[in-house]
């Protein structure tokens, strides 16, 4: 059964950083989509970065610059840099991950499989 389990969230200042884990466990397929999602209360799921097994990346565009994500293969686990933080990155975030060829989708209805989501907090 796939699991993914999800840390490093917390809180800090405007302007710190922070780094999100995902690891994921109970699958070897080699070929898969995973995304980084946020939410907050009252708002739907934003996508906010994404990585295919090609290597192939995408970031919304709040967030490019200043975040980086990656996946490490050897141990299936997915990360996210969060460098300069602002206020309005305060949200749950949630990892995803979906078994799928081509262009990890930035969409929540095509992930089949969620983390249980970790808070990020910044204050100003």
């Known amino acids: 059964q796939v699991q993914l389990v999800e840390s490093g969230g917390g809180s800090v200042q405007a302007g710190g950083s922070l780094r999100l884990s995902c690891a994921a466990y109970?699958?070897?397929?080699?070929?898969?989509?995973m995304g980084w999602f946020r939410q907050t209360p009252g708002q739907e799921r934003e996508g906010v970065a994404f990585?295919?097994?090609?290597?192939?990346?995408f970031y919304t565009d709040s967030v490019k610059g200043r975040f980086t994500i990656s996946h490490d293969n050897a141990k299936n686990t997915l990360y996210l840099q969060m460098n300069s933080l602002k206020p309005e990155d305060t949200a749950m975030y949630y990892c995803?991950?979906?078994?799928?060829?081509?262009?990890?989708?930035?969409?929540?209805?095509?992930?089949?499989?969620w983390g249980q989501g970790t808070q990020v907090t910044v204050s100003s």
């Open positions: 109970g699958y070897t397929y080699s070929t898969y989509c």
């Open positions: 995803a991950l979906d078994f799928r060829y081509g262009l990890a989708p930035r969409t929540p209805s095509m992930y089949k499989y």
């Open positions: 990585v295919d097994s090609a290597g192939r990346i």
